[in-house]
């Protein structure tokens, strides 16, 4: 009677298994389509989010750049500017300086690069082996470097054009020297969540604005960086990598028409943690399910049983 009784047992748990091993793939199915339809709702919300505020910090960047070589532009369009001479030149460049706070320097070069004006009292220089002299003297429209400043030890940005006569022909180069101050502090203070924040970079990789003053401070190269060498292989604007700490991140990468690269980035884990907690609780729904199955599939079988065996 006793192995009649261990037989029916086995039996009925063995049914009961097969009905939650049946179960397991309808519940399978749900979970999956329910899981990728989440996910794609949890990642456009996070690549809008990043997107628009990376498309926003661009035009911003952008805007502030041009509105400054216009200025430029214009200002070497001046009589005193096209005179090439340094005493006439010296108050319109005085004039620029104290027009925007930004501007600390603002100087003229001729063709071979030397200094023949400058907004201060310092001795003229030789600028013939700046890039963003070069750039000019060597026929573009505009030059431009960052670097750090002497005065404030932070980046400063140095744009220039070229100073042309009525004939359009270049007789020297106008330069001035801003703080990026402004721009690297929105920047800065532009965050994500806990762990989003934005890192730009100049048209060499070397660091502009970055939330650790470290790299600030020492125009630290990221040409290496996964975000940078996305966007000079394939012009990626949406990416999954390892960021400087380590760290998994989703980002949104755009480059400005000044050949800057910004990156806006969030951990990984924060941006689809809703994700992470929607899978939490679909696991532990499927798996009360699954369990519920097999217990009320014994009892089924169990009381089956018993009714064929009377």
């Known amino acids: 009677m006793a192995d009649e009784t261990s037989v029916h047992f086995r039996i009925i748990f063995k049914m009961s298994l097969i009905m939650g091993l049946v179960a397991i793939i309808p519940l399978a199915v749900m979970w999956y389509i329910s899981h990728a339809a989440c996910e794609g709702v949890v990642r456009q919300d996070v690549h809008n989010t990043l997107s628009s505020s990376a498309d926003q910090l661009q035009s911003f960047i952008e805007s502030w750049i041009d509105m400054n070589v216009l200025v430029l532009r214009q200002n070497a369009k001046f009589p005193e500017m096209i005179s090439m001479d340094g005493v006439r030149q010296k108050k319109a460049l005085e004039t620029m300086v104290d027009t925007y706070e930004w501007d600390y320097l603002a100087f003229v070069t001729d063709i071979n690069g030397q200094n023949i004006s400058r907004s201060d009292s310092k001795e003229l220089k030789d600028y ?47 330069a001035v020297g801003m703080t990026l101050a402004g721009i690297s502090e929105k920047l800065s203070n532009t965050r994500f969540g806990k762990t989003g924040y934005v890192i730009l970079l100049d048209q060499e ?22 975000g940078y060498q996305a966007m000079l292989v394939s012009g990626k604007e949406s990416l999954v990598y390892t960021n400087e700490f380590g760290k998994k991140v989703f980002s949104e990468i755009r480059k400005t028409k000044h050949d800057w690269v910004l ?48």
């Open 205 to 226: 990789g070397d660091v502009i604005s970055h939330i650790d003053d470290t790299f600030i401070k020492n125009r630290t190269s990221l040409t290496d960086h996964p």
């Open 128 to 174: 013939s082996d700046r890039s963003y002299v070069r750039q000019v003297l060597g026929g573009k429209s505009m030059g431009q470097q960052v670097l750090i400043s002497k005065t404030t030890g932070k980046p400063a940005l140095v744009i220039s054009v070229p100073i042309k006569d009525s004939e359009d022909k270049t007789k020297g180069v106008l």
């Open 263 to 310: 990156l806006v980035q969030q951990d990984y884990d924060e941006a689809f943690s809703a994700l992470t907690e929607y899978n939490q609780k679909t696991k532990i729904v499927v798996l009360i399910s699954l369990i519920s199955l097999v217990i009320i599939g014994f009892f089924v079988f169990r009381q089956l049983t018993a009714q064929f065996r009377s």
